[in-house]
């Protein structure tokens, strides 16, 4: 009886040892977040991603459940060498299963060779590059929040339709400028817009009131801010300073944060048509996680889409290695489960991954408020309309990834 | 080259402010031995050893025949464009795409020299550093090098069709290889009569001119070579990180290469390596600390001025001479 | 044409920003020797002093125009006797990097605490809105900047070349030792010059808080410029770095008009060329 049972406790036990050394799965996962953390993008991304990145950790109760994993950030000074190596360490060195965040597309690009290179998984929230998705696709990579496309479309769709048909550019001097510029461009012309001339300025322009003397001489509509960051800013408020909205003329921020707005005030920056991906008040979910967020930021400040990206990413990454039963080590494997299951958190709602590794969720085109309409600190953005997910991203079929079956 | 001095006989390199080939041996020992340990991630020991290349051609200039530049910058850009275009773009293989870089930093060497070293002290030092922002400008709008993007995926294949360097053990070999060849070269040109004479021409620049010797034409070729190694660098750097960036002509890492020197030892042979060492340690390290790596830097800066002027090989030489 | 006229006149404010923002920088190398790096960190600092009195106590802009350059020019003062003073004898490089380090370590500093964002800081009322000239619309903003500037400029150049004490202050630095033997305490007139470079800058930076954005890195960016224009002026005039400060900003206007992706680097060119043809600048000493 008893060597019976020992026979089959021992022979289960076996059983048991090697199909989970066969599978080598296991509970312990890595996450890097590598960030802007001291630089231009840091208020966008930084720190606040760190935080995103262990407050989905927490929420995906995969702790509780004997998981082992640790969240770790670095600083890539926004230079792609430094990203590069860092990445490249942190897959030999430090077993880091997941990199996550890297706004700057320059850095991002060269991670996501990386990551190809080491079977890793990139869950882009940053970057701006539509080529993530495109030309550069890998099948290990998620670009998840946004994308040139898709605030091309969102923003530059809605307001050529709402009857700014001129447009005239600001465009920061650099790739992702210029895909912008790109990008605006063909969309006001597919909806019968024109644009009456662009100006192209160097990166870290402190003074834009000679291209705002010029965007009014040509009386375009609208003025298209085609750049981000520092760049943005200035402009809007120079073109405050400049009476260029006093004189009919319209701004339109291709790329614009929570983060951008605060620092501006809403008496400048007042009346600014944008999209975003997210927006901290936009419903209970939202409005939940944010104030969480808040509670643990140093500034206090409300989560950007980048930061909630960097959430959604991770939980939903968190969720596929729990559909695996463990952690394969595997990249590929994994982004291959995140694009079997469909993605579904209360910062970015319902929506997919699709095969070239864009997450598809909904877009909403917001207005600035003025100071009089805001009701509560950070009270910012009013709701114009909401893009479906079907909608907001480019066609699958029209990126140029070899991923996609063509 | 030059009349040979009738007084100074060439002698065999001294290799440094220490006795003979002994540091050059334990230098070259100690790094062909680190990526046993495990100590160090070997990515790191690369970087550093092509920073160290850079820094040593840097200190060639400014040790050596007193030049600052505050451009050098624009050479390992060059050399790291040049080569990753040679090599994606142009199919050529690791060995010649390195020679392309190291040419065409040297060409620009030659254009900057004859256009700036008539000029002295803080003058020089401005028109290096105003042509280094006219070819950085040119790195930006230039379709080839994609912008900010940079040129990505620059393949390794093979040196010299023999040896692979997609291994990782092999490149660090073949860098470590470079590094101690370009070392040897600047050392050889510092003992020797060209370098006496350059050595003479820091000290007191009137009273070469005086004996007689054409001091423009010194200058002009310690500066293209020192444009020449610092492009083989940059070449060696596009090579090992398989890629090229417009971070590489920026005119941060023309400081950031001062800073090495200085870190080290400005005007001594180990110095520069040394110094490029401990910042790209402090760079890859402190990322961790991610706001407070430029506070440290700066700290590191200031502590240097203030209370290590002859950098950590100087001040270490002074030490045991006592 | 009109179109061109309101670049020029652009031109010319921004000229009028650079000369300002130059001008410190020229009184601590003509007068000290000193190639202050530092100086984009104070102009910076000059700009969150004014969002600070504002923010925390109610002081508005005119209040910062006075207190800022005070404030800011008492801590330049202390760099000078604690950190610069030691290296004074030394080589000019020195003093070139110890002032970069404590740029690094300001910028730093600031970047920790606000982010790199920045803060808001409007228009004050008063300056706010402009006038139409037919060509342009010209802020009110602008045109004070430009009057304020010319007349601090000129201040300033006044001070150091026909007045006693800048008599002094030239003498004292090209030999400090008979001077001193003239019982002018000269230490400290160093460490007052230091000072009031640096209030320059930091004044500077409260003429800026309305319209550039008040971020740590604000001043990073304009830092090698501003050499460029020093030099170009020639280093050691005063005269010349004003000079050169509108002349540069008038042809970096033109730039962004007709080429504008080489605004940023015309500076250089223009110093390239200066450099070339006349070693010293268009004003300066012989080295």
């Known amino acids: 009886m008893n060597r019976r049972r020992l026979f089959l406790t021992t022979g289960l036990f076996l059983a048991m040892a090697t199909s989970a050394w066969a599978a080598k799965l296991d509970k312990s996962v890595v996450i890097g977040n590598l960030s802007d953390q001291s630089g231009l993008y840091a208020d966008l991304g930084g720190p606040g991603s760190t935080i995103a990145a262990k407050m989905a950790v927490e929420d995906s109760g995969l702790t509780k459940q004997g998981w082992r994993i640790r969240v770790i950030a670095a600083d890539h000074l926004n230079k792609p060498d430094v990203g590069a190596n860092i990445a490249r360490k942190w897959f030999d060195e430090d077993k880091v299963d997941a990199i996550v965040d890297v706004p700057n597309s320059g850095v991002a690009l060269a991670v996501n060779q990386v990551v190809k290179e080491k079977n890793g998984v990139f869950l882009a929230s940053g970057a701006a590059s539509a080529d993530l998705t495109g030309k550069d696709c890998t099948p290990n990579t998620v670009h998840w929040t946004y994308d040139t496309w898709m605030l091309a479309h969102g923003t530059g769709r809605a307001i050529v339709k709402s009857g700014g048909k001129t447009w005239f550019f600001l465009t920061a001097d650099y790739a992702f400028g210029k895909a912008l510029q790109k990008d605006t461009t063909a969309v006001i012309k597919a909806n019968g817009g024109k644009v009456l001339g662009a100006v192209r300025h160097p990166l870290n322009t402190a003074d834009f009131s000679s291209y705002l003397l010029q965007a009014q001489a040509s009386k375009a509509q609208i003025i298209g801010l085609a750049n981000a960051g520092g760049d943005t800013t200035n402009a809007i408020k120079q073109a405050h300073e400049f009476g260029i909205t006093a004189g009919g003329q319209k701004l339109a921020a291709l790329l614009l944060f929570i983060s951008d707005v605060h620092a501006l005030g809403l008496k400048v920056a007042q009346g600014l048509e944008f999209t975003t991906t997210f927006y901290w008040d936009l419903n209970s979910g939202t409005r939940a996680f944010s104030k969480r967020f808040a509670a643990r930021m140093k500034s206090h400040a409300m989560p950007t889409m980048v930061q909630a990206g960097v959430y959604a990413s991770v939980l939903h990454y968190l969720k596929a290695l729990k559909a695996l039963g463990g952690n394969p080590h595997d990249g590929a494997k994994v982004v291959a489960e995140m694009k079997k299951l469909p993605t579904d958190d209360p910062l970015f709602g319902k929506g997919i991954i699709r095969a070239d590794g864009r997450a598809v969720h909904p877009a909403y085109l917001w207005r600035v408020k003025s100071p009089s309409e805001s009701k509560y600190p950070w009270d910012y953005f009013h709701l114009v309309s909401k893009i479906p997910a079907s909608k907001a991203f480019r066609p699958l079929n029209q990126g140029g990834c070899p991923l996609v079956q063509q | ?322 | 044409m009109a179109a061109l006229y309101g670049q020029l006149l652009i031109g010319l404010i921004n000229g009028a920003f650079y000369a300002l923002l130059s001008l410190g920088l020229a009184v601590i190398f003509g007068m000290l020797n000193i190639i202050n790096f530092a100086h984009g960190a104070f102009y910076m600092m000059g700009a969150f002093c004014a969002w600070f009195l504002l923010h925390r106590f109610g002081l508005n802009y005119w209040w910062a125009l006075a207190l800022c350059p005070l404030i800011m020019g008492l801590f330049g003062a202390l760099i000078e006797r604690t950190l610069l003073r030691w290296i004074s004898s030394l080589d000019h490089i020195y003093g070139l990097l110890l002032t970069f380090g404590l740029a690094l370590i300001i910028q730093g500093v600031f970047l920790n605490e606000f982010g790199s964002s920045g803060m808001p800081y409007g228009i004050p009322h008063a300056l706010s809105g402009g006038r139409n000239l037919g060509f342009m619309f010209l802020p009110n903003y602008r045109a004070w900047v430009i009057g304020f500037s010319i007349v601090v400029c000129f201040a300033t150049w006044f001070g150091i070349e026909r007045t006693r004490w800048g008599a002094y202050l030239r003498a004292a630095t090209e030999n400090p030792e008979l001077v001193r033997a003239f019982g002018i305490n000269v230490p400290r007139m160093i460490t007052l010059t230091y000072g009031f470079g640096v209030a320059l800058a930091a004044l500077a930076g409260v003429m800026a808080a309305p319209i550039d954005q008040v971020r740590p890195l604000m001043g990073a960016d304009f830092i090698i410029v501003v050499f460029a224009v020093v030099v170009v002026g020639g280093m050691g005039s005063i005269a010349g770095s004003i000079l050169a400060g509108f002349a540069l900003g008038v042809i970096e206007g033109l730039t962004k008009y007709f080429y504008p992706e080489a605004s940023s680097t015309i500076v250089f060119v223009v110093m390239a060329l200066v450099l070339l043809a006349r070693p010293a600048g268009l004003f300066g000493r012989t080295a």
């Open chain 2, 1 to 322: 080259m030059s009349p040979a001095l009738g007084r100074a006989k060439p002698r065999l390199p001294r290799l440094a402010n220490w006795s003979g080939g002994l540091g050059f041996a334990l230098m070259a020992l100690a790094l062909a031995v680190l990526p046993l340990t495990n100590l160090v991630y070997p990515y790191f020991i690369m970087e550093a050893l092509c920073f160290a290349l850079f820094a040593c051609a840097f200190n060639l200039l400014i040790g050596y025949a007193g030049l600052l530049s505050f451009g050098h910058a624009m050479f390992l850009g060059t050399g790291g464009y040049l080569c990753a275009q040679a090599a994606t773009a142009w199919g050529l293989p690791a060995g010649l795409a390195l020679s392309t870089g190291t040419a065409a930093a040297a060409l620009l060497g030659l254009v900057v020299g004859l256009l700036s070293v008539r000029r002295q002290g803080i003058y020089f030092a401005m028109i290096t550093l105003a042509l280094a922002q006219m070819v950085y400008f040119f790195f930006l709008q230039a379709p080839f090098t994609h912008g900010e993007d940079g040129i990505q995926g620059v393949p390794q294949g093979l040196l010299f069709g023999l040896f692979d360097l997609s291994n990782q053990t092999t490149l660090y070999y073949a860098t470590l290889v470079v590094f101690l060849a370009g070392f040897l070269f600047i050392v050889r040109v510092i003992d020797s009569p060209f370098g006496e004479v350059l050595k003479g021409v820091r000290e007191n620049e009137s009273r070469m001119i005086s004996l007689g010797y054409k001091v423009d034409r010194y200058k002009l070729l310690a500066f293209v070579l020192s444009a020449a190694l610092a492009g083989l660098a940059g070449a060696l750097k596009a090579i090992v990180t398989q890629s090229a960036s417009l971070t590489d002509a920026h005119w941060t890492t023309s400081g950031d290469v001062v800073l090495m020197t200085l870190v080290g030892g400005m005007g001594t042979i180990y110095g520069p390596v040394v110094g490029a060492f401990v910042i790209v340690a402090m760079q890859q390290y402190l990322a961790q600390f991610g706001q407070w790596v430029t506070v440290i830097q700066g700290l590191v800066f200031v502590a240097c001025v203030l209370l290590f002027r002859r950098g950590i090989v100087g001040e270490v030489a002074r030490w045991l001479r006592l």
